[in-house]
């Protein structure tokens, strides 16, 4: 079955780097698009960054220049490298993607950014 797990969150202080990670298996990973989301505290799940199957990708206005999605097919994960990172940047994130019209969410990794 599908799998996907996120690691590499954590606390971290504004200005600060952090680079996710996403496993993902049970799936053709290099014919799929894949995708970061974050849920903020109270805030509705939203768009973080998106990477096609041919490496197209796609930001949310408030993290472009400052993080950078890529995937590893030969490992079959997923990447989000975040720089310069602000206390709004705080969120559980998720990584996404979708097999044969439905959609698969990992559980999640924290992220706490403090200022």
């Known amino acids: 079955q599908v799998q996907l797990v996120e690691s590499g969150g954590g606390l971290v202080q504004a200005g600060g780097s952090l680079r996710l990670s996403c496993a993902a298996s049970g799936f053709t990973f290099s014919i799929n698009r894949v995708g970061w989301y974050r849920q903020a505290p109270g805030k509705q799940r939203e768009l973080v960054a998106r990477?096609?199957?041919?490496?197209?990708?796609l930001y949310a206005d408030s993290v472009k220049g400052r993080f950078t999605i890529s995937r590893d097919n030969a490992k079959n994960t997923l990447y989000l490298q975040m720089n310069s990172l602000k206390p709004e940047d705080t969120a559980v994130y998720y990584c996404?993607?979708?097999?044969?019209?439905?959609?698969?969410w990992g559980k999640g990794t924290l992220v706490t950014v403090s200022s």
């Open positions: 990477i096609s199957s041919g490496g197209s990708t």
């Open positions: 996404n993607t979708a097999v044969d019209g439905m959609n698969y």
